[in-house]
Nanobody, 113 residues
Framework: QLQASGGGAVQAGGSLRLSCGVA????????MAWYRRAPGKERELVAS???????EYATSVEGRFTISRDNIRRNVFLQMTGLHPDDTAVYYC?????????WGRGTQVTVSS
């Protein structure tokens, strides 16, 4: 089960830290990722982190977002800084590269100009 939280409404330039609780899985052996879906757009991959800690980012967030993980507490995080209105979306965490069928409700991030 996936439980994303930490979203909210911020002004451009602000920061948020998203958290994702991963229940019922051995997080140590899994790659994980954050995706987002903006209104009227396709879901896109934002950032991923391998079981070994290797990270990759979408070009649009490189240098602004940081993905991390806590295997003991079964959490995955997304630190977001320098937010701008184009980052407005519902954010989801998922297994990577093969997502589970269940996506959860995600967490809404709204950035105003």
């Amino acid at each position: 089960q996936l439980q994303a939280s930490g979203g909210g409404a911020v002004q451009a330039g602000g920061s948020l830290r998203l958290s994702c609780g991963v229940a019922g899985a051995n997080l140590r052996i899994l790659g994980m990722a954050w995706y987002r879906r903006a209104p009227g757009k396709e879901r896109e991959l934002v950032a991923s982190i391998s079981s070994g800690g290797t990270t990759e980012y979408a070009t649009s967030v490189e240098g602004r977002f940081t993905i991390s993980r806590d295997n003991i507490r079964r959490n995955v995080f997304l630190q977001m800084t320098g937010l701008h209105p184009d980052d407005t979306a519902v954010y989801y965490c998922q297994r990577y590269p093969t997502p589970w069928d269940y996506w959860g409700r995600g967490t809404q991030v709204t950035v105003s100009s």
